[in-house]
């Protein structure tokens, strides 16, 4: 995976200026001081939410991993334990 970390900061920014220029191409008068306030609030909380999501998934994903990661473990360690009981039982047959 590429970066993990969530920036409501950059979330922000790229909200707004996305619904900033979508509404720019719209056939509308030009936005308002109220308008662009507004714009402002709604990028904002919508940037928290996605990022709180985003947060959210990689959590998820980290504890996957980890929970493969400790399966893993786990096989390996028993394939080594029988490896190691066959060379005892060979050992001692001879």
């Given at each position: 995976?590429?970066?993990?970390?969530?920036?409501?900061?950059?979330?922000?920014?790229?909200?707004?200026?996305?619904?900033?220029?979508?509404?720019?191409?719209?056939?509308?008068?030009?936005?308002?001081?109220?308008?662009?306030?507004?714009?402002?609030?709604?990028?904002?909380?919508?940037?928290?939410?996605?990022?709180?999501?985003?947060?959210?998934?990689?959590?998820?994903?980290?504890?996957?991993?980890?929970?493969?990661?400790?399966?893993?473990?786990?096989?390996?360690?028993?394939?080594?334990?029988?490896?190691?009981r066959l060379?005892?039982?060979?050992?001692?047959?001879?």
């Open positions: 995976m590429e970066n993990n970390k969530v920036s409501k900061k950059a979330l922000n920014s790229l909200l707004n200026d996305s619904m900033r220029e979508v509404i720019s191409n719209l056939e509308l008068p030009k936005p308002s001081k109220r308008v662009k306030k507004e714009l402002d609030r709604s990028s904002k909380k919508l940037a928290a939410v996605f990022a709180g999501l985003l947060k959210k998934e990689n959590r998820k994903a980290k504890k996957e991993r980890k929970k493969l990661f400790f399966v893993e473990d786990v096989l390996h360690q028993k394939k080594d334990k029988k490896s190691k060379k005892e039982t060979t050992v001692n047959a001879e």
